[in-house]
């Protein structure tokens, strides 16, 4: 139970420190929170086994925690630093780390599903008794990858769970806009999989339906569908401050915080007092405090480096010439601007 609530709690205060660098000009690309939802990544997350494999999308940083990812490639990956996972390359959370079992998530959404069937494939085709875990927004389960990845895992029989993230909003555009279906565990039926609905604002409830769903593939049953019910409490990203989003859906789903509600119930019970997730919290602060300020300390990559590892293969890296390089045939023009130059051959 004090794992899962650390975890809970150094999710959010780890965004949180996030959200700090990224005002303080640290963070070089976006910064994408999950607060309100960090129950549904947590409780998925803590459930895997070691060797199991999880694509996470950009909301499920709590996952990723729970399969032991430490803070400070987090911190390291969005503030570019040359230490980070990526080098420095990527400035969200596009890594991929095989020995947590960890497949970086794939922008093109419901992409990732397809990838993460092969790996699910391959644990099936060495008869390892391996799960793949993934998660998609409701915006996401609407591309035709996605149907196609769900259509596919379901009939190869894979040892997949999906776990559908309700969280009301795509981006600007509300779920009642892209689905027709009332209750979206209502879409498994077309697959003919099991689908579970939860309130992924409870980690309890979020882990044991995870738990069995994942027993279940790994026995060799095949895909379920996990649908979240959770709610997005702050905008896409830093640059959204979600003003289409009604004030008193926002207030409803305040009321019902899945880090607060969780220690309510921990005290309730007589798991642990107020002072003992006070104390959890402080240990989670000093640890992150440290993290950040020794990460920040570590700097940028070196600029030579921007040419190396972008590719797997070393002799690719120094024979493709960079995309944002001069145009061939309109050498003319500035470099890195390609799609003037896309325009300008279009005839715009
Ligand atoms: C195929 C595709 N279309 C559009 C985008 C741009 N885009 C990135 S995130 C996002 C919203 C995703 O919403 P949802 O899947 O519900 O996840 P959430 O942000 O709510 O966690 C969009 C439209 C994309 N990355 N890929
Ligand atoms: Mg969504």
Request: glycine share 10%; charged share 25%; hydrophobic share 40%.
């Amino acid at each position: 139970m004090r794992t899962l609530y650390r975890l809970l709690w150094l999710t959010r205060a780890l965004e949180e420190r996030l959200e700090v660098v990224f005002k303080q000009g640290h963070v070089v690309g976006g910064l994408y929170r999950s607060l309100g939802q960090e129950a549904t990544a947590v409780g998925c997350g803590f459930a895997l086994a070691d060797g199991d494999w999880i694509a996470p999308s950009i909301r499920d940083l709590g996952a990723l925690l729970a399969r032991g990812l430490d803070p400070r490639d987090v911190i390291r990956q969005y503030t570019a630093r040359g230490t980070s996972l990526c080098s420095g390359k990527d400035n969200t959370n596009h890594f991929t780390v095989p020995e947590l079992g960890i497949l970086g998530p794939i922008s093109p959404l419901g992409t990732q599903l397809c990838v993460l069937n092969g790996v699910a494939l391959s644990f099936r085709m060495r008869d390892q008794a391996q799960v793949c875990f993934t998660f998609q927004g409701d915006g996401a389960s609407r591309t035709g990858t996605s149907h196609e990845g769900l259509a596919l895992a379901a009939a190869l029989n894979l040892p997949i769970v999906v776990v559908l993230e309700h969280n009301r909003w795509a981006f600007g555009t509300p779920s009642t806009h892209v689905a027709a279906v009332e209750k979206w565990e209502d879409v498994a039926g077309a697959y003919g999989v099991p689908a579970v609905t939860v309130d992924g604002n409870d980690v309890l409830q979020v882990y044991d339906a995870a738990a069995e769903a994942i027993a279940r593939a790994r026995a060799g049953d095949g895909m379920t569908i996990l649908v979240a019910e959770t709610y997005r409490m702050l905008g896409h990203a830093q640059h959204d401050a979600q003003k289409y989003v009604p004030e008193e859906e926002l207030q409803a789903w305040r009321d019902h915080d899945p880090i607060r509600d969780f220690a309510d119930y921990l005290v309730e019970f007589g798991f642990e007092s107020d002072s003992s997730l006070e104390q959890v919290r402080s240990e989670v602060g000093a640890e992150l405090d440290a993290a950040v300020d020794d990460v920040l300390a570590e700097g940028y990559p070196p600029a030579q480096e921007a040419r190396t590892r972008v590719y797997d293969d070393p002799a690719l890296d120094a024979a493709v010439p960079w995309t944002r390089g001069p145009v061939p045939g309109y050498e003319g023009l500035r470099p890195g601007i390609t799609r003037r130059a896309n325009a300008y051959r279009e005839g715009a």
